[in-house]
């Protein structure tokens, strides 16, 4: 059921113009939960696809909320990695619609137990500037703003002008010569910060995440996405138990947070 927003948002504030309308499905509860925000290019090469999962589960299990904007590729790689329970998508249509299609099921998992937001009315199409009202909204929900691909020209790279104005950090990940040409001319410029050891990364975000290692180390061990060997020769009775009660997700010969 589409419902529309009658409270203030300070994140918000942070935007060109506070948003006249806000339409939502989920629940609301996310919006007070610590956000990061995170976008990047529909076709990632497959380093990025893999640290994305990678960041982005270690992100979630250390009690971070994740904003993305639910298109394929990379925010399709967020969200799921963050669980539906733990992300807030941020649509570009009206929110009868489930957009892009590809990603309906995506999306409808993150209605019953995310948050799904929209500036636009129902019937309100896929408008391409639509899309770049949504990425301010995107940016200014997060704390910062992360990049894990992008090429040049990218529409993506439209999120970090406003993150920018915002006064926002902005992070990437390290790619080769060649490759995410946008992100590297972040770092080029200097206007970016590159994430080369997620767990210190996630650590600096949030300090106290040595407090739940402690209490769970195991969890704490598949939030870095080990491949299933690594899992079952450290921790042999647990991986088993875990994927019975639904705590993990084996796929592809990698273990990772459901």
């Known amino acids: 059921?589409?419902?529309?927003?009658?409270?203030?948002?300070?994140?918000?504030?942070?935007?060109?113009?506070?948003?006249?309308?806000?339409?939502?499905?989920?629940?609301?509860k996310h919006l007070y939960i610590r956000k990061v925000s995170i976008v990047?290019?529909?076709?990632?090469?497959?380093y990025a696809r893999h640290f994305t999962h990678t960041l982005v589960s270690k992100l979630s299990y250390a009690g971070l909320c994740i904003v993305s904007g639910g298109a394929i590729g990379v925010d399709a790689i967020a969200h799921k990695a963050a669980g539906a329970?733990?992300?807030?998508m941020v649509a570009a249509t009206g929110l009868d619609k489930r957009y892009p299609a590809i990603n309906k099921n995506i999306i409808q998992s993150i209605e019953q137990e995310g948050l799904v937001l929209s500036q636009f009315s129902q019937n309100t199409p896929s408008y391409k500037y639509?899309?770049?009202?949504?990425n301010e909204l995107i940016v200014a929900l997060g704390e910062v703003l992360i990049v894990t691909y992008a090429q040049k020209n990218s529409g993506t790279l439209r999120s970090v002008e406003y993150?920018?104005?915002?006064?926002?950090?902005i992070y990437v990940l390290p790619h080769r010569l060649g490759e995410s040409e946008g992100t590297n001319a972040l770092l080029e410029q200097g206007k970016a910060e590159a994430i080369y050891d997620i767990e210190s990364f996630v650590q600096k975000l949030v300090p106290s995440l040595s407090i739940q290692e402690e209490k769970n180390p195991f969890l704490c061990f598949c939030?870095?996405?080990?491949?299933?060997?690594?899992?079952?020769?450290?921790?042999?009775s647990e991986v088993f138990e875990a994927e019975l009660r639904g705590e993990?997700?084996?796929?592809a010969g990698r273990v990772s947070l459901v």
């Not at 990047?40 to 497959?46: A, E, F, I, V, Y």
């Open 1 to 28: 059921m589409i419902k529309h927003i009658d409270f203030h948002i300070e994140a918000l504030e942070a935007m060109k113009q506070y948003p006249s309308n806000l339409y939502y499905i989920g629940n609301t």
């Open 130 to 134: 639509n899309f770049v009202l949504r």
């Open 248 to 251: 993990i997700l084996i796929q």
């Open 85 to 88: 329970n733990n992300t807030i």
């Open 163 to 169: 993150a920018q104005k915002m006064g926002k950090k």
């Open 40 to 46: 990047g290019g529909r076709k990632p090469n497959q």
């Open 223 to 236: 939030a870095t996405n080990p491949t299933y060997e690594e899992a079952v020769k450290k921790y042999p």
